[in-house]
């Protein structure tokens, strides 16, 4: 019997792809740079790429948040600062809340019969000030992201940290993420049951196993109440 839920944010709660989306086009308004939708589809790859690494711990978030403009600009031939251009992208993003389909919704109701914990990577002030932007922040017994855990998912070293601070057990907990290497091998790095968020239809490209697999949030109500 679960006791609490741990939820992703990007990407399960919030639309990262919207969110950052309307983050990169506002910043290069902000810096008078012509943009277009080419521009973020490269932007986009670029950071999948730099990301992708995180996750299987080449990089560091911060790694990420450094490189991504640095070789964003250097493929579009442009002289800015990548630095000031981070921060002032990180500013944007901190304020677009593009939710999931039924994440409120869902939220919600969870709410009312388990304790509910944001596990993320990411920077906490960021994500505190999107979740309270969405109206999702008051539903959530705390929040835990990377930089101020001390750890990065997949790593079993957040999810202890979590742990301790939530003082629950592992078999207390369900995971619901839709990053495959961040998510749901983390629960399995931590003996954590899981829950696959994936509305894209994606294929599991890894043999990891995975207790729940859902494409709309709404289909947690089936599996938790």
Same mark, same amino acid.
């Not at 290069?28 to 589809?41: E, G, M, V």
């Not at 079993?156 to 078999?171: G, H, M, V, W, Y």
């Given at each position: 019997?679960?006791?609490? &839920? ?5 990407? !399960? ?9 309307? =983050? &990169?086009?506002?910043? @290069?308004?902000?810096? $008078? ?5 080419? !521009?973020?589809? %490269? ?8 990301? %992708? ?6 990089? $560091?978030?911060?790694? +990420? ?6 070789? &964003? ?5 442009? *002289? ?7 921060? +002032? ?8 809340? @593009? ?9 919600? /109701?969870?709410? =009312? ?26 539903? @959530? ?13 997949? $790593? ?8 301790? *601070? ?12 839709? $990053?495959?290497?961040?998510?749901? #091998? ?15 239809? *994606?294929?599991?490209? /890894? ?15 089936? #599996?938790?109440?």
């Amino acid at each position: 019997m679960y006791k609490a &839920l741990f939820l992703d944010v990007d990407d !399960t709660l919030l639309n990262f792809e919207q969110c950052s989306r309307e =983050a &990169l086009c506002k910043t @290069f308004h902000h810096f $008078s740079i012509t943009y277009d939708d080419k !521009t973020y589809d %490269l932007f986009r790859s670029i950071d999948d790429q730099l990301w %992708l690494l995180q996750k299987q711990g080449t990089l $560091s978030v911060q790694d +990420v948040l450094k490189l991504r403009f640095q070789q &964003l600009f250097e493929q579009l031939d442009l *002289r800015h600062g990548p630095t000031a251009f981070q921060n +002032v992208f990180q500013e944007k993003l901190s304020e677009e809340y @593009f939710m999931e389909p039924y994440a409120a919704e869902s939220v919600q /109701c969870l709410s =009312a019969h388990y304790k509910l914990f944001v596990t993320s990577n990411g920077i906490l002030k960021m994500q505190l000030k999107r979740l309270e932007l969405a109206g999702l922040l008051s539903y @959530f017994s705390n929040v835990f992201v990377s930089d101020d855990i001390g750890h990065e998912k997949p $790593s079993a070293k957040f999810f202890d940290e979590c742990f301790k *601070r939530s003082q629950l057990k592992p078999s207390e907990v369900l995971l619901i993420g839709d $990053s495959i290497k961040a998510d749901m #091998i983390g629960a399995k790095n931590s003996t954590i049951d899981s829950c696959w968020y994936n509305p894209k239809h *994606r294929s599991k490209d /890894c043999d990891v196993e995975i207790d729940y697999i859902i494409s709309d949030l709404s289909q947690l109500k089936n #599996i938790l109440l």
